[in-house]
């Protein structure tokens, strides 16, 4: 994915969709902010935020924020919309290898019994299905990657859903898209969220497959070409 960002200074975080930022030429101004969790470490006021501007004069806020550069200089793309993005751009490129072999693909189909929906659909030509569900990871406490960043029922359901799909004999996938350039490996936050934590090593014993790819930053002048790349550990 290439994108073209500015750079701001961040003001600060709040009512969640909201940011103030100054801009370079030091007048300040609110951008929107796609990211519906807590953003833990990655909305500290003075950080370096790089943000997308939008054509469309229908919207109210045109900035975009996209990404957190911190003073250790660790790239986060906080702009969730991405993860699911950049992971249909992974599989069509085969990047996934435990995801290479399929010969349709689906967004956002309904299924489960709580009225769910799938972020990627996978069928092969045998007609086997897989089911995917794609969870953002940014938080990084102690050179720990952690998910989730807050306390997360609808990451609950999206596991009790996979959980049923694997009983039905399908295929069931949880991928972390680790989007923080310092988190090398992904736990579970107890800390945070005992019941996900439980939930997800429960999954992980009725047979859905828990995997996590990395994204790769690289940045020439404004222009980002962001895209998942490198395969990382999840320490269940």
């Known amino acids: 994915m290439e994108i073209t960002l500015k750079k701001a200074q961040l003001i600060k975080r709040y009512k969640r969709f909201l940011a103030d930022i100054t801009l370079e030429d030091n007048s300040e101004c609110t951008i929107h902010v796609a990211n519906t969790g807590a953003m833990s470490g990655c909305a500290e006021p003075n950080d370096i935020v790089w943000y997308s501007t939008s054509d469309n004069i229908k919207r109210k806020y045109p900035f975009s924020w996209e990404l957190t550069q911190t003073p250790k200089n660790h790239f986060i793309c906080v702009n969730t919309i991405r993860a699911n993005q950049l992971t249909e751009q992974a599989l069509l490129k085969g990047t996934i290898t435990e995801l290479k072999d399929f010969d349709t693909l689906n967004r956002e189909v309904k299924y489960g019994d709580e009225n769910s929906k799938i972020d990627f659909h996978l069928t092969d030509n045998s007609g086997r299905e897989t089911f995917i569900e794609v969870k953002s990871v940014t938080l990084l406490e102690a050179n720990q990657g952690y998910f989730p960043d807050a306390v997360t029922l609808r990451g609950q359901k999206h596991l009790r859903e996979l959980?049923?799909?694997?009983?039905?004999?399908?295929?069931?996938?949880?991928?972390?898209?680790?989007?923080?350039?310092?988190?090398?490996?992904?736990?579970?936050?107890?800390?945070?969220?005992?019941?996900?934590?439980?939930?997800?090593?429960?999954?992980?014993?009725?047979?859905?497959?828990?995997?996590?790819?990395?994204?790769?930053?690289?940045?020439?002048?404004?222009?980002?070409?962001?895209?998942?790349?490198?395969?990382?550990?999840?320490?269940?």
């Open 163 to 236: 959980i049923a799909v694997a009983a039905q004999g399908h295929r069931a996938v949880l991928l972390f898209a680790v989007l923080h350039s310092g988190i090398n490996e992904v736990k579970p936050a107890e800390h945070i969220d005992l019941k996900y934590s439980s939930l997800l090593r429960e999954a992980n014993r009725q047979g859905v497959e828990i995997i996590a790819y990395k994204a790769k930053f690289k940045k020439e002048q404004d222009k980002f070409n962001i895209f998942l790349a490198d395969k990382v550990p999840v320490i269940l």
